[in-house]
């Protein structure tokens, strides 16, 4: 029993066409979650970025604090004096 070489296409080609397009949707899911991954990974980078360079500013304020302090506790011994 050999069957019609169309008729062994048309059998073929739904499933061939089938499996095209669920491989074509995986690819363009695969892809989003790789442009999300990467998203999050930019925002992650640039908080940390962030988080260190308020970090630093806040350590040049309180060391300008204490330091405009020393120099008044100075500034007023030397009045006494």
Known sequence: FEQDPIQ?????LPLY???QILR????SVASELAAR????QSASDNAGSL????????N??????VTQ????IISGAS???
């Open 79 to 81: 009045a006494l004096d």
């Open 17 to 19: 066409l089938n499996g």
């Open 8 to 12: 062994i296409v048309n059998a073929i």
């Open 24 to 27: 074509t949707l995986q690819e």
């Open 51 to 58: 988080a260190k360079q308020l970090n630093l500013e806040y």
């Open 37 to 40: 991954m990467q998203s999050m």
């Open 69 to 72: 302090e020393l120099l008044e």
């Open 60 to 65: 040049r304020a309180r060391q300008a604090a």
